[in-house]
């Protein structure tokens, strides 16, 4: 059997066990009352976003958590086939020497960014700042993404040697220690900006799939096992996800899947030396942030928006788009973005 017959295989599987456990885990999250019963938020001043709750408030009551699910079936079924593979004796090669410190790195990212964000969704769905209990507030969720990404990139720099960045077209330079505060930042802005993407049904997980199967190439080519067989995990319970997650959204990913999603994409980006072509691939998630970024930097110093409403999908509702149009057009663009990033990393 092929390498990319087992790859295939292993999306399947995952896939199939996602969706025979995410209707009951649908139902718990119901029973736990894991959901936004009132779709009001505010932005990172504590101000409310009006422009959000207007398009949204039809939303309230949705479980939001569906990253948990994600999470936990990826994790289990990665670390029990890594061995399995080397049981039947299927060669597990790597990109690097140190396979145990990249299993470890993804482990490590998906996990820890997936608790912070859980609590994160746990503080607002049960008001624990209210109660007294100390509840993550903007600057303090920051302050550990930093911190983590920070661990991660050690992690990077020190057990796998990576200290380089392919730049399309002049090629590939070292830039030394360099690599931890760059790819700290780049953890950290993607993050933030599948969190920020995370608003329309359908948006953020079927964008990311998009994305995902491009480095899924990417790592195949290169005879990546373990990545091969995360992403390939990864891309299967996604796709569960994405069934249930699509417009009338059933269910949400939360804080707890867009932040341990977004720094693990940015993670397997820079373990394939490939962030540049990452910006590309995942260029809907950078012209998310940006405009929040921009729209916040502009009412902070200038009192003034530079768009009608932030993050730049909102706009498009404002201006009277319908949300499956929005979806389905990101989608669209999406392909055509990871079919360039692709093409990009190829001269």
């Not at 101000?47 to 959000?52: A, D, E, G, R, S």
């Not at 760059?182 to 900006?193: H, P, Q």
Request: charge should be neutral; proline fraction near 3%; charged fraction near 10%.
């Amino acid at each position: 059997m092929s390498p990319f017959a087992v790859l295939l295989g292993v999306l399947l599987f995952s896939f199939s066990v996602t969706s025979v456990a995410i209707v009951p885990f649908i139902n718990l999250l119901y029973s736990l009352k894991f959901q936004r019963l009132e779709q009001e938020t505010r932005d990172v001043f504590g101000k409310l976003t009006p422009v959000f709750n207007l398009f949204h408030k039809q939303k309230a009551g949705v479980p939001v958590g569906g990253g948990l699910l994600i999470i936990s079936a990826v994790s289990v079924l990665f670390a029990v086939l890594l061995p399995v593979l080397e049981f039947f004796n299927i060669n597990i090669t790597s990109n690097y020497e140190n396979i145990t410190a990249e299993v470890n790195i993804l482990f490590f990212t998906f996990m820890s960014f997936g608790i912070l964000g859980l609590y994160d969704d746990i503080k607002k769905f049960f008001k624990l700042e209210a109660s007294g209990f100390f509840g993550l507030r903007m600057k303090h969720k920051l302050i550990f993404q930093i911190i983590l990404a920070v661990i991660i990139s050690c992690m990077m720099y020190f057990s796998l040697g990576i200290s380089f960045v392919y730049v399309p077209f002049f090629g590939t330079f070292d830039i030394g220690m360099f690599f931890i505060p760059f790819a700290t930042f780049i953890i950290v802005a993607f993050a933030n900006a599948i969190n920020i993407t995370d608003g329309l049904d359908g948006l953020a997980a079927g964008s990311l799939m998009i994305s995902l199967f491009g480095l899924w190439f990417l790592s195949a080519s290169i005879l990546d096992v373990p990545l091969s067989l995360f992403l390939a995990l990864w891309i299967g319970a996604l796709i569960s996800f994405l069934y249930f997650n699509i417009f009338p959204a059933r269910l949400f990913m939360g804080d707890v899947g867009s932040l341990a999603f977004g720094a693990t994409l940015a993670v397997v980006g820079l373990l394939l030396g490939k962030v540049f072509a990452l910006l590309i691939i995942g260029f809907i998630f950078v012209l998310e942030i940006a405009s929040s970024f921009g729209q916040l930097m502009s009412k902070r110093f200038f009192g003034k928006r530079i768009l009608p409403a932030a993050p730049f999908h909102l706009t498009l509702q404002r201006y009277g788009w319908e949300e499956p149009k929005i979806v389905q057009r990101a989608w669209l663009i999406q392909i055509l973005l990871t079919l360039f990033g692709l093409w990009l990393t190829e001269l």
